[in-house]
Nanobody, 123 residues
Framework: QVQLVESGGGLVQAGGSLRLSCAASGRTSSTNVMGWFRQAPGKEREFVAAISRSGGNTYYDDSVKGQFTISRDNAKNTVYLQMNNLKPEDTAIYYC????????????????WGQGTQVTVSS
């Protein structure tokens, strides 16, 4: 089992920045690929970004390329999502997830999920 705990969400004005963190514990050998997803009210959960175990490979949805940066510190078992130039449409609950296999942007491929952290961007 892997436990994931997100933090860093909050209320920010458009154009502002937030840094989300996701701390993993337990069977961290199952965290080969770590991903961030988000879900806005009335919408399906969507892929945001993912990172390989080494950190050498990163993946982004086109909607956040150049705006968000994913990174990980394996010594701390923590993954980060730096979000810059936030827009009202970035408002959502952001979830951290762990995938023991290869990269995927499908939520179904991720076995473990955090409880989510709310990000609200005001205009």
């Amino acid at each position: 089992q892997v436990q994931l705990v997100e933090s860093g969400g909050g209320l920010v004005q458009a154009g502002g920045s937030l840094r989300l963190s996701c701390a993993a514990s337990g069977r961290t050998s199952s965290t080969n690929v770590m991903g961030w997803f988000r879900q806005a009210p009335g919408k399906e959960r969507e892929f945001v970004a993912a990172i390989s175990r080494s950190g050498g490979n990163t993946y982004y949805d086109d909607s956040v390329k150049g705006q968000f940066t994913i990174s990980r510190d394996n010594a701390k078992n923590t993954v980060y999502l730096q979000m810059n130039n936030l827009k009202p449409e970035d408002t959502a609950i952001y979830y951290c997830a762990a995938n023991p296999g290869l990269f995927s942007n499908l939520p179904s491929r991720y076995n473990y999920w955090g409880q989510g952290t709310q990000v609200t961007v005001s205009s």
